[in-house]
T-cell receptor
């Protein structure tokens, strides 16, 4: 039981490049989330998926797209990376909305130059 | 915008002392949670307190909630060096149908 896994752990991109951050959970959770964490800003929600087949914008969705590929996997895509997207990205999952407790992956540290 | 705000931003104590962190929030909540983040790691859920609860305990953790003041506190008793981490409060709004909103965190340093 690996919990929530994220790939890659580290990534350096040049401005304008694209990439997809992968997230998978093996806990059969319905809801999945993508956050970014910047120094002094706490965690900010980018997108979330309350259940398979649905996605919704969070607080800071601009510049990102997501895909809930199946119940296990939720990917985050940067179509044209910008230096402002330099951050640490965390994926999380939750069993159901009623349970509220979230389980986090180890994070992806992304640098855009 | 951040719903919860932790106070203080940073806290340094000696091993064995108690650590208290506070969280204030702006709008009515369904529940409030506390998470810990060790350096370079993901967040780990510590404890959840519902809006109709006033106090909750889990091991060395004690959480209080005052909905009239829109505030919560996390007390870690008999702190250890391993408690060194950032601590975040997170709220679910009263509709219950919203994602967690995190505060900016308190950085706790426990000196051996």
């Amino acid at each position: 039981n690996a919990g929530v896994t994220q790939t890659p752990k580290f990534q350096v991109l040049k401005t304008g490049q694209s990439m997809t951050l992968q997230c998978a959970q093996d806990m059969n959770h319905n809801s999945m989330y993508w956050y970014r964490q910047d120094p002094g800003m706490g965690l900010r929600l980018i997108y979330y998926s309350a259940s398979e087949g649905t996605t919704d914008k969070g607080e800071v969705p601009n510049g990102y797209n997501v895909s809930r590929l199946n119940k296990r996997e939720f990917s985050l895509r940067l179509e044209s990376a910008a230096p402002s997207q330099t951050s640490v990205y965390f994926c999380a999952s939750m069993r159901t909305r009623g349970s509220y407790e979230q389980y986090f992956g180890p994070g992806t540290r992304l640098t855009v130059t | 915008s951040q719903q919860g705000e932790e106070d203080p931003q940073a806290l340094s104590i000696q091993e064995g002392e108690n650590a208290t962190m506070n969280c204030s929030y702006k709008t009515s909540i369904n529940n409030l949670q506390w998470y810990r983040q060790n350096s370079g790691r993901g967040l780990v859920h510590l404890i959840l307190i519902r809006s109709n609860e006033r106090e909750k305990h889990s091991g060395r953790l004690r959480v209080t909630l005052d909905t009239s003041k829109k505030s919560s506190s996390l007390l870690i008793t008999a702190s250890r060096a391993a408690d060194t981490a950032s601590y975040f409060c997170a709220t679910v709004l009263s509709s219950g149908n919203t994602p967690l909103v995190f505060g900016k965190g308190t950085r706790l340093s426990v000196i051996a």
